[in-house]
């Protein structure tokens, strides 16, 4: 999985000034951070509060991290810019893995090996978690831990280069926009009976408390293992070892000692140095709908969204994105368990059904079963799971990983069943390697 290509940076921000001339202008999140405040003068006199508010906003005591989430501009695009590398699927993998695929080591820590080798281990304050302590954590992870992840590291890519919103290799991220970009829709209550007014009192409390352990839960996962990028046309092998996400909780007391969290400071661990020490730079456009996907019902089509994500990444390189793939390859990827008891009866249909349902969104451009099977006889299980699939990114995507520094477009032979689906998407010939 080499990367060595950057996304063109379409995502810089205007300048302060611009942003923030008239009131009208201040965006939906901006206004977070002044409900924020607001919401720490409950209670108080109009005196009182306006007395907080001007002590607070004049006396110099916001300090300049406080202030970056004053210059938070909300996000609002189909695609999401997010890292694409080794660690990113380690986590991944790790999250969503079944909580007995984590195994002790010879030092007698629990970890989980991914796909690419790389070792997942749970850390906090300096030290590798004891095995109790650490089944607690694992089993907290889940769907949500992966979203949240992208999100926040998504956000952090398009700020990163934005100084008005970051520090120290740090960017500004308001909680309630990690709920925002889920779709998750604030609370609301009717003002008074009789009337249709409604009044909001914001995300509950339970929906704030999952993103602040998805978190901490990020913070705690450490990567570790060699692995090697392309660096001037070479393989070059690499060392990772640390924490995967780094964040601090910016937060303000109010007089009467009560607490209010402002945002975070996110960053990736220092792995992502090591990468781009190398000049591997590799970002993933994610759809942002897969973020609005619920990790219950929508459990399959999730998990297949955000493996194809990565896989679109890769294949990006070579401009094969009709090479198919083996449904077992693909479910095993996706983290989805090929459960033989249940295979024909429940998860085949699940799975084929995720897999429309991606397509009907557009997260999916086209999804091809390139092999005949047949489900009249007894046991098609393992036909199924043999059975090659072309599943090909939506066209405005193709479009915009051609314009990648060093994208090749490869000509092959195609299929009739391949060639139509590409046909159907308007895109060029591509490879067809299994």
Wanted: proline share 4%; charged share 25%; net charge negative.
């Amino acid at each position: 999985m080499d990367t060595n290509e950057e996304f063109p940076d379409q995502h810089d921000l205007p300048a302060e000034e611009e942003q923030f001339t008239e009131e009208e202008e201040r965006s939906d999140v901006s206004n977070i951070f002044y409900q924020a405040l607001v919401g720490s003068t409950e209670g108080m006199t109009e005196e009182e509060a306006d007395h907080y508010l001007s002590t607070l906003l004049e006396s110099g005591e916001i300090e300049t991290e406080h202030l970056l989430f004053e210059r938070i501009v909300a996000e609002q695009s189909k695609q999401l810019p997010m890292p694409s590398y080794h660690p990113d699927r380690a986590v991944r993998e790790a999250s969503l893995a079944r909580k007995d695929q984590w195994k002790a080591n010879e030092g007698g820590e629990l970890t989980y090996i991914a796909s690419n080798d790389l070792e997942v281990y749970l850390s906090a304050l300096g030290r590798s978690l004891e095995v109790s302590e650490a089944m607690r954590e694992i089993r907290k992870l889940s769907e949500s831990t992966v979203l949240t992840a992208r999100i926040l590291l998504g956000l952090w890519s398009v700020r990163r280069t934005n100084k008005q919103v970051s520090k120290d290799g740090s960017v500004a991220i308001l909680l309630d926009e990690v709920l925002q970009w889920q779709g998750i829709q604030k609370h609301s209550r009717v003002a008074h009976p009789g009337t249709s007014k409604r009044y909001t009192d914001g995300f509950r409390v339970e929906q704030k408390q999952r993103v602040l352990q998805d978190m901490a839960l990020l913070a705690s996962c450490h990567v570790r293992g060699a692995t090697t990028v392309t660096f001037r046309g070479k393989t070059t092998p690499i060392e990772v070892d640390g924490p995967y996400l780094r964040y601090d909780i910016v937060s303000r007391k109010t007089p009467q000692g009560e607490k209010i969290v402002l945002g975070f400071l996110v960053s990736p661990g220092s792995w992502i140095g090591t990468y781009e020490q190398y000049q591997n730079v590799s970002f993933a456009q994610i759809d942002s709908q897969i973020f609005t996907l619920n990790p219950q019902n929508d459990r399959y089509a999730l998990r297949l969204g955000l493996y194809l994500t990565e896989r679109w990444r890769e294949q990006a390189k070579q401009g094969n994105f009709s090479a198919p793939i083996a449904m077992s390859d693909l479910l095993a990827a996706s983290m989805i368990e090929a459960d033989k008891r249940h295979l024909t009866s429940e998860i085949a249909p699940r799975v084929e059904a995720a897999l429309e349902r991606l397509e009907e969104m557009g997260i999916v451009g086209k999804q091809l079963c390139l092999t005949s099977v047949n489900k009249e006889q007894a046991r098609w299980g393992k036909d199924w799971l043999a059975a090659y699939w072309e599943i090909l990114p939506p066209a405005d995507l193709i479009r915009a990983y051609a314009t990648l520094p060093g994208s090749r477009r490869r000509r092959a032979k195609k299929t009739s069943s391949q060639k139509e689906g590409v046909q159907q998407l308007g895109l060029l010939p591509s490879t067809n390697d299994h």
